[in-house]
């Protein structure tokens, strides 16, 4: 009953039917007068507190109606509810419907926000459940300083890597109000080891391009910060793969024409041998993809791969797309690959990337792709550095689902499989710099 008539009132106000309601002396079930001194107003910073304690016995006065002009000569309204109160609901009851003690206090409070640093005029009124009320009288309350406040919030924030070791930002703000201590946007880039670089933006515009000094994955703080130097700061769900460079993905067979490939396992019977990793065909789940052999003394634990280009590449990424699987999931997908290059001139190999970790990226359930329910993205893997080269040494180990492997014996762990190998190499018409 409480919540119930609480929401009648408050859908009466929203439609805005208290402005004109009936303020006659005589009417029946009309609420007690109160000595509104007697209601706490406490000042916050930009703000102010409003404390009542309800007469329990007052059946008719439902709830206690704020109203004032504020700063920006807009009407604000607020209630207060006695329903509230452990004096007129004693016990509530708990989500199996037990009734419990209600330990919400004698008071009920309303906080009133968005104020600024000056005197306001609160004026009162009684309503009872008729919506019908009687005046209480006016008091007045300064809020302490509103600038004390957190700057406001931005949401709805993207940030897209490009080339160049450019980040565009894209974000939403609330709208700006005269008592909002929002001074300006930041974002916050960090890289690890102390290296931490901040772009600030003025409020309003809500889209901006970053070159940073720094490239490779960060995590990203973003936020607003007022003029003395309180933050609301909120951390970007993912990392951020900065990109230095700009490049060109060598991914279809027209490509990857003359580029050659072996490997140390290898299933030649099902026509799954180490060239289905470049023939530029991704395929699907039953075919078009690298198997590792299936014989005992062909599995390994780490699979290796020798990939030749017909020329040398300025290489700056890889790209990598798991086997299309609609059937036991994750079986046989990889976790993870490194990445070697012999560069121009050089007899031994450089390691670019120690560890990288593949995912099942696209394979939520329902996903449309080429190949339909199932479907797993290419995963792209940027570099720090470009490297001159003719040959990459790929190698790929540990299944995805390993954790669900447990008991299974170790073959069956090292039965892998991936569908596509290509490279990203600079883009000769951009400038990185």
Known sequence: MKKYIYNIVIALYSLGVLSVSCSDDDFSNKPKTIDINHIILTPINGGCEVEWTPDPEDNNFAFLHIEFTDHDNKKRSYNVSRYGSELVIPFLKDENGNPILNENGESVKVIIKDLINQEYT?????????????????????????????????????????????????????????SSTSEKVFFRFNFGNELVETKTVALGVRHAEFILENSGKCTVEYGTYSSIGKEWVKTAKDPLSVVKFYSIPLWTAQDKEGWGITCNSE?????????????????????????????????????????????????????????????????????????????????????????????DEGSEPGTDGPVGTGYLAMQNFDFTDLYQTKEIRLKIWEPLNLNQLEGQDDNTKRNLCMAEFGILIKDPAKNDE
Do not use: M
């Not at 609160?122 to 509103?146: E, V």
């Open 267 to 359: 299933y030649l019977e099902g026509n799954q041998g180490a060239d289905k990793l470049i023939d530029g065909n991704v395929g699907d789940h039953g075919s078009g993809f690298w198997s590792c052999g299936w014989n005992s003394s062909n599995f390994q634990d780490k699979y290796e791969f020798i990939i030749t280009l017909p020329e040398v590449q300025d290489i700056v990424g890889v790209i990598l797309q798991q086997r299309q699987t609609k059937v036991n999931g994750w079986w046989r997908l990889a976790k993870h690959f490194s990445i070697e290059v012999k560069e121009e001139g050089q007899s031994e190999y450089t390691t670019v990337i120690e560890e990288g970790t593949l995912t």
């Open 122 to 178: 609160l004026h009162f009124y009684a309503y009872n459940n008729d919506n019908k009320h009687i005046d209480l009288g006016s008091r007045t309350i300064t809020p302490k300083d509103y600038k004390q406040c957190d700057p406001d919030s931005i949401f709805s924030v993207k940030l897209t890597p490009k080339g160049g070791n450019k980040v565009i930002a894209e974000w939403k703000e609330p709208q700006i109000k005269s």
